[in-house]
């Protein structure tokens, strides 16, 4: 639960750098919601939804957009922080209240620190970007049609999946990444499921990442003409899995029109319900579902 100041107020979905050179990742500690989806060269990028952000001073890097994560972002009514885009996402930044690093507002909302080399080391900061949501003119309360988006359970109750359709252990889940190649392990004491990466424990600057929940999301994907700019999917239903407290099961989504959120049914037709805590989205292309590894107890 977070103070009705900052749950009312809309989140930051800030793009962020997975590059060697970048790490570690600033402020991911604190995003209640992780997108990680394949951009071109096979290497990953993240964008972190954050709704208690005021008091980071280092948000980042931050890197480009690509055109699907301006459909993550828009499904959280959030605005979305980047420095720069593809050819091919530009036109759909309309779409969004967005914070461009390479618009006007550029030197408000992010800095250049010293301790990496370009272009890995452009950062924001929770007061950077206050300020350029006030100078933007960017609403900081939700749209009234916002309803929200996950289920979650209620407080005191947890999701085991121990009777759902298809349920299969997950003590280790290897999304099927081949550049950064990482997997979440699932530690019985505190239900988490710690991330690995590199050959390593993935560290934000707050200390290694642990995620409550895990969403791997199947989406159909090719290029953009020869180029390799990846043209993902996230509108077309497809498949996917849920994982959360040591075990997974099978899902199907679907996106509510063009712009609204993407739901999660499992087999029999019920919308998920996650557990209280922080949700990792793995974007998977559809062609590649089959590299996805899920283990149970060793």
């Known amino acids: 639960m977070v103070d009705a100041s900052i749950g009312n107020r809309r989140p930051v979905a800030v793009m962020m750098s997975n590059d060697k050179e970048a790490l570690p990742q600033y402020g991911i500690n ?3 919601i992780v997108y990680e989806a394949p951009v071109e060269g096979g290497m ?8 208690d ?3 980071l001073k280092r948000i980042g890097s931050v890197r480009s957009c690509r055109t699907y994560y301006t459909y993550f972002a828009r499904e959280f009514d959030a605005v979305y922080a980047h420095f720069g885009q593809s050819t ?3 036109p759909y930044l309309s779409n969004l209240d967005h914070i461009n690093g ?51 359970a209620k407080t005191g109750h947890e999701v085991t999946l121990q009777d759902a359709e298809s349920v299969k252990d997950a003590y280790k889940v290897y999304p099927g990444y081949v ?8 530690h019985e004491d505190d239900g988490l499921y710690y991330r690995y990466q590199y050959g390593k424990a993935h560290q ?16 159909p994907s090719a290029h953009y003409a020869t180029t390799e700019y ?21 899902v199907k989504w679907s996106k509510d029109g063009e712009f609204g959120p993407t739901h999660y049914y499992d087999m029999e037709n019920n919308e998920i319900i996650l557990n209280q805590g922080k949700t990792w989205v793995c974007i998977v292309s559809a062609q590649d579902s089959p590299k996805v590894e899920i283990y149970g107890k060793q």
């Open 53 to 55: 952000y005021d008091n």
């Open 230 to 250: 990846l043209n993902i999917n996230v509108h077309n239903d497809s498949f996917g899995m849920y994982v959360t407290g040591g075990r997974a099961i099978p």
């Open 102 to 152: 390479l618009d006007a507002i550029g030197s408000v909302a992010y800095f250049r620190s010293s301790d990496r080399k370009s272009p890995h080391n452009a950062y924001t900061s929770g007061d950077r970007l206050n300020k350029s949501i006030e100078k933007l003119g960017f609403k900081k309360e939700y749209n009234s049609d916002y309803m929200g988006h996950y289920r979650f």
């Open 30 to 32: 604190r995003a209640g």
């Open 44 to 51: 990953n990028r993240y964008m972190a939804i954050i709704e």
């Open 204 to 219: 934000g600057d707050e200390g290694q990442i642990k995620v409550k929940n895990i969403i791997l999301q199947y989406c």
């Open 179 to 186: 550049y950064n190649k990482p997997w979440f392990e699932y």
């Open 88 to 90: 091919f996402a530009k």
